[in-house]
Structure formats: structure tokens, C-alpha cells
């Protein structure tokens, strides 16, 4: 785990974000989760909260920015066979 933020501003609920390293999406979203339940379990000022829901939120600058220096996540087909896997 890197870091975690708590975002109350306008909001119904409020939201904890949390950052950090996971081999897959899946595997983040399930740590997530348990170290929520397990700081609602261990602090006695959290008493009666309760996690509503866990998904990652997806950050388009992020992707945007790929794209704009060249970036993409798969090579470019071969135009004559359309194939994804021939050289240029």
C-alpha cells in the first residue's frame, strides 16, 4: 500500500481511496476491501461505518496522456494481412 485519502467534500458518504500495488485489478479491489474492514474492526471512532462499496476509478487523464506521446497497448496490425503479429 502506498497511501490512502479520505474525500468528504460534498458528498453523501464519504470516500477512501486507496493507492497501491496489486498484480492484477482484482487483487487490488479485494486488498482494498479488507484493509477497510480491518481499520473499521480496529478503531473504535470508525464505530458504525461500514463499506458501501470497492471499485477501481479509472483515470482517463492518465491514458489520455499515453496516447499523446505515441503511446498505445497494442502494436499496429500489418496492413496487407492484417495480422497483429508481422514485423514492420
Known amino acids: 500500500m502506498e497511501h ?3 474525500h468528504t467534500d460534498g ?3 464519504p470516500v477512501v481511496g ?3 500495488t496489486a498484480a492484477s485489478l482484482a487483487d487490488a479491489e479485494r486488498t482494498a476491501v479488507l484493509v ?3 481499520a473499521l474492526l480496529a478503531c473504535s471512532s470508525l464505530a458504525g461505518l461500514s463499506v458501501l462499496a470497492c471499485g477501481a476509478a479509472l483515470v482517463p487523464e492518465y491514458w489520455d496522456g499515453l496516447l499523446e506521446c505515441g503511446g498505445r497497448d497494442m502494436q499496429l496490425q500489418d496492413p496487407s494481412t492484417r495480422s497483429p503479429f508481422h514485423p514492420f
Open 36 to 38: 477497510c474492514h480491518r
Open 18 to 20: 486507496v493507492y497501491l
Open 4 to 6: 490512502i485519502s479520505v
Open 11 to 13: 458528498l453523501e458518504e
